[in-house]
């Protein structure tokens, strides 16, 4: 079987492959502070809980853009499961086609979502992956990766927002039956999910009238199944496509 770990800023989702099928997923805290014993403490029971032996692990992939907590993950699994894992980046085979002043500089959830989406679906495409930062990667009709878009998440920005207005309170998100707002919360609420909803519509149409040609919209991260639901074009929501990512880099790069 193989793990697949992707390490965000806010949460870590972990996917248990056997073979080409997921058979189970995980969403822990991506906690800093945390020493190898206690990533692969963690890991070991979660796997434990969702009936995966660890002996049956045959390989592990992670992606990461927490790196201050990469190396702790990274010893971790090599103390659960005495396996060196793959981490995407310089010197692992993607298969993709990058154009962007400095490839070095992409980031390895994009890589890994827009190496899905290509095996998955004909370029162009544009994906949306909504977490701490909303990312939109584009790629073109030859499948070429030419860049995107970084944007604030949405709990980032409320967070903001109620940071710096002292009359603006925290809230959850939830999506209000009305775009016009009655009260405070509702207008918040509102702001937050159709503004962003209305925002990815106006940057998809104008990336396509950049590319001369319609394309296929993914949304994808924690927060990104709310927003597709209300915004205009169709956005195709696929939660594990990072994890399906790492599995298909993981097939180009291990040996047989």
């Given at each position: 079987?193989?793990?697949?770990?992707?390490m965000?800023?806010t949460?870590?989702l972990?996917?248990?492959?056997?073979?080409g099928?997921?058979?189970?997923?995980?969403?822990?805290?991506?906690?800093h502070w945390?020493?190898?014993?206690?990533?692969?403490a963690?890991?070991r029971?979660?796997?434990?809980?969702?009936?995966?032996?660890?002996?049956?692990?045959?390989?592990?992939?992670?992606?990461?853009?927490?790196?201050?907590?990469?190396?702790?993950?990274r010893?971790?699994?090599?103390?659960?499961?005495?396996?060196?894992?793959?981490v995407?980046?310089?010197?692992?085979?993607t298969g993709?086609?990058?154009?962007?002043?400095n490839?070095a500089?992409?980031?390895?959830?994009?890589?890994?979502?827009?190496?899905a989406?290509l095996a998955?679906?004909k370029?162009?495409l544009?994906?949306?992956?909504?977490?701490?930062?909303t990312t939109m990667?584009?790629l073109?009709?030859?499948?070429?990766?030419i860049g995107?878009?970084?944007?604030?998440?949405?709990?980032?920005?409320?967070?903001?927002?109620?940071?710096?207005?002292?009359?603006?309170?925290?809230?959850?998100?939830?999506?209000?039956?009305?775009?016009?707002?009655s009260n405070?919360?509702d207008?918040?609420?509102?702001g937050?999910?159709?503004?962003?909803a209305?925002?990815?519509?106006?940057l998809?149409?104008?990336?396509?009238?950049?590319?001369?040609?319609?394309c296929?919209?993914?949304?994808t991260?924690?927060?990104?199944?709310?927003i597709?639901?209300?915004?205009?074009?169709?956005?195709?929501?696929?939660?594990?496509?990072?994890l399906?990512g790492?599995?298909?880099?993981?097939?180009?790069?291990?040996?047989v």
């Amino acid at each position: 079987m193989l793990l697949a770990l992707d390490m965000g800023n806010t949460n870590i989702l972990a996917g248990v492959y056997d073979g080409g099928t997921l058979i189970c997923t995980a969403r822990v805290h991506t906690a800093h502070w945390r020493t190898s014993d206690e990533w692969a403490a963690l890991l070991r029971d979660i796997l434990s809980m969702r009936g995966v032996e660890t002996e049956s692990i045959a390989g592990v992939i992670m992606s990461s853009v927490a790196w201050p907590a990469t190396e702790a993950l990274r010893n971790g699994i090599r103390l659960l499961c005495g396996i060196e894992p793959f981490v995407v980046g310089p010197g692992l085979k993607t298969g993709l086609n990058i154009g962007i002043d400095n490839p070095a500089q992409l980031g390895s959830d994009m890589v890994c979502n827009a190496v899905a989406a290509l095996a998955a679906y004909k370029p162009p495409l544009i994906i949306f992956d909504m977490g701490t930062a909303t990312t939109m990667s584009v790629l073109d009709p030859a499948g070429r990766f030419i860049g995107g878009a970084i944007l604030p998440g949405l709990n980032t920005s409320l967070e903001a927002l109620s940071a710096k207005a002292a009359q603006l309170p925290k809230i959850s998100i939830e999506t209000p039956e009305r775009v016009i707002g009655s009260n405070t919360v509702d207008c918040m609420r509102s702001g937050a999910v159709y503004g962003t909803a209305a925002m990815l519509d106006g940057l998809i149409e104008r990336v396509e009238e950049e590319l001369g040609a319609p394309c296929t919209v993914l949304a994808t991260g924690g927060l990104s199944e709310r927003i597709a639901q209300k915004m205009r074009r169709e956005a195709r929501y696929s939660p594990v496509l990072l994890l399906d990512g790492l599995r298909l880099i993981y097939q180009k790069n291990k040996v047989v």
